[in-house]
């Protein structure tokens, strides 16, 4: 396997192999979020492993089965202990067989069941398997998505780190950031011969490599462009480039939902009500649009943002989606009908607060539906002062260029007369034949009748 733009990580990884396969032990910690590529630079660990002829085990934790004790463990090490002399099992001890089926002799006792002094044999067991196998060949333990895994599996893995086995082997681990077990990520990055990897999205000229099959140069910028970086989303996106109808793939729509379901109803809520509310969102906005007390939004964006779906924008109460094909996928998944309900309600308190009407051009037969034309004040600015107003629209696959009455936009930057704005346009969905804005200046019109869906965050002032 091949991976692009992750030079410094698998040269660290093959340090790490060498040094093992010399005799030491290492810990290689790599954290990201969703999409990083975590999984593809285990795999690529893993293929180096066995090539400098370590025995290479390996398990990834699964969301169903965070109630099953040990369940990483029996993935990563059940098979291979079938496959051993019974003597060889017989000399860790009986407590290997409260853990691993394949070790258990037809006694399988429930290791959930039993108390904390116990659960330190089990582990101490299994540390002896790692130290019995590593003994005749160095180890390559490889465990992914170690976020979902369950308690034992995660104290097995504390266990391991702060008691390192004592033979040759190698401890590779991944999880995600934004809300992982801390214990085990300070763990993992202490002491010698431990290293903590995380993985940044990938630069332009590295993404452009990943999409380089495209045909088109237009096409592969675009993907790159709306990807920002991400492996899984520049995969994904490259895919459906030349099939898809503007909705995202089922990939990310289904990741991010998992994502979502997650979450306990208000913080589901919440995001539902930044999706409406725009990328960055101010956080009164997303609330009114989620139909929720504005009052007791404090926790739920304390989830958000544990689960690292959103994130401070820098600025007094404003909140950015993690990325913004996340708000996306949480957008198109509410029900349209809701939608309607939710920007209704954002409208009225931006209203409120005296932000500049608007008016929408003619629709008719376009098929178009308007995602968000709330002409939200900057945040920190006067409202309805005719300044730096806020415009969010959808777009469409159909179109191929931005053009004000009168101006052909090229470069993506324009001046629409007497109002200096920003037009995000975020979502490709149908044909929006004009926006008329109405200022203290006048009217103008904005013509998307032939605009590219793929220009993200374009800025008009």
Not at 95 to 121: D, H, I, Q, S, T
């Amino acid at each position: 396997m091949e991976l692009v733009g992750r030079e410094r990580q698998l040269a660290a990884v093959e340090r790490a192999v060498e040094d093992v396969r010399g005799g030491a032990s290492r810990v290689i910690a790599v954290v990201g979020e969703p999409g990083i590529g975590k999984t593809a630079l285990l795999e690529a660990t893993a293929e180096r492993a066995r090539a400098a002829g370590l025995l290479t085990l390996e398990g990834r934790a699964a969301e169903h089965e965070r109630e099953v004790p040990f369940a990483v463990a029996v993935a990563a090490l059940d098979d291979h202990v079938a496959t051993l002399h019974p003597r060889r099992i017989e000399a860790i001890g009986p407590a290997l067989g409260a853990v691993l089926p394949a070790a258990a002799n037809g006694e399988l006792r429930p290791a959930a069941a039993v108390a904390a002094p116990e659960r330190f044999l089990y582990n101490r067991a299994l540390r002896a398997l790692i130290e019995l196998l590593a003994r005749q060949r160095p180890v390559a333990l490889l465990l992914d998505d170690l976020h979902w895994a369950d308690d034992a599996s995660l104290e097995l893995v504390l266990h391991l780190l702060r008691r390192r086995p004592r033979a040759p082997h190698l401890l590779a681990l991944a999880l995600r950031s934004g809300k992982p077990p801390g214990r085990l990520l300070q763990a993992a990055g202490a002491g010698p011969g431990a290293e903590l990897v995380a993985l940044e999205p990938l630069g332009h000229d590295a993404s452009l490599a990943m999409v380089g099959g495209l045909p088109d140069a237009a096409l592969r910028e675009r993907v790159v462009r709306e990807a920002r970086g991400n492996p899984l989303f520049l995969e994904q996106l490259a895919r459906f480039a030349q099939l898809s109808d503007g909705t995202l793939p089922p990939c990310l729509l289904a990741g991010v939902a998992l994502e979502v379901g997650a979450l306990p109803d208000a913080a589901r809520a919440l995001i539902e009500g930044a999706a409406v509310a725009g990328d960055p969102f101010d956080l009164e906005l997303a609330a009114v649009a989620a139909a929720l007390d504005c009052s007791a939004v404090a926790e739920p964006l304390d989830e958000l943002v544990a689960a690292d779906l959103v994130r401070p924008a820098g600025h007094g109460r404003a909140f950015a989606f993690r990325h913004p094909l996340v708000r996306r996928a949480v957008y198109d998944a509410a029900p349209p009908a809701w939608r309607l309900a939710a920007h209704e309600r954002e409208i009225g308190t931006l209203a409120g607060r005296g932000a500049d009407t608007f008016a929408i051009g003619d629709l008719s037969g376009t098929g178009a539906e308007l995602v968000d034309v709330s002409l939200a004040p900057g945040f920190g600015s006067p409202a309805g002062d005719g300044q730096a107003d806020r415009v969010t629209v959808h777009g469409s696959d159909k179109r191929d260029a931005m053009a004000l009455t009168g101006k052909v936009v090229v470069s993506g930057t324009a001046t629409l007369t007497g109002l200096p704005a920003t037009v995000n346009v975020s979502h490709a969905e149908g044909a929006l034949d004009a926006l008329a804005i109405d200022t203290r200046a006048g009217d103008d019109t904005l013509d998307t009748s032939a605009f590219d869906p793929a220009t993200i965050g374009l800025e008009v002032d």
